[in-house]
């Protein structure tokens, strides 16, 4: 199923700091993380560049999970920025939104909306369809439980 996105308006209105392992955590071998828990990081501050321009949508649907956006994800999305070739996307085309990877043809003659989900095809976007960049997807926010 292609993602529908329910969006949010980002409340960066407060803060909360929380603690925060500086030295990182090894995917490895336990690391006792705890000993090195002495600073704090704030998440509006790290996920938000532009607090007026920044949205959050939930996504729902597979076509992006190849590049790790998946269904009940909840996407971070800045309307300032403009879409370079090669960024992930909320755009609306002809009536709908989605979330795809931006790319620009060679030619210029055209874009595409490429799905990382080889269940679906690229969406080829020409002069004829209604057609923007609501958004550029900066990260990804995912709760496993």
């Known amino acids: ?57 939930r996504v729902d649907g597979d076509s992006m999970i190849g590049v790790g956006i998946c269904h009940g994800d909840i996407a971070i999305i800045d309307k300032s920025l403009e879409a ?13 939104f989605t979330i795809k990877q931006y790319k620009l043809d060679d030619s210029h003659a055209c874009a595409w909306l490429i799905p990382a989900n080889k269940k679906y095809r690229p969406i080829r976007v020409t002069i004829d369809n209604d057609f923007r960049v609501w958004g550029v997807v900066t ?3 995912r709760k496993f439980r």
């Open 84 to 96: 370079r070739n090669g960024d992930y996307v909320v755009a609306y085309i002809d009536g709908e």
């Open 139 to 141: 990260g990804v926010i």
């Open 1 to 57: 199923m292609a993602p529908r996105l329910h969006i949010f308006k980002a409340d960066t209105s407060s803060s909360l700091p929380l603690l925060y392992a500086d030295a990182g955590i090894k995917a490895g071998f336990p690391s006792p993380a705890q000993d090195y828990m002495t600073e704090s990081i704030d998440l509006n501050e790290l996920l938000v560049r532009q607090k007026e321009t920044t949205f959050y949508a």
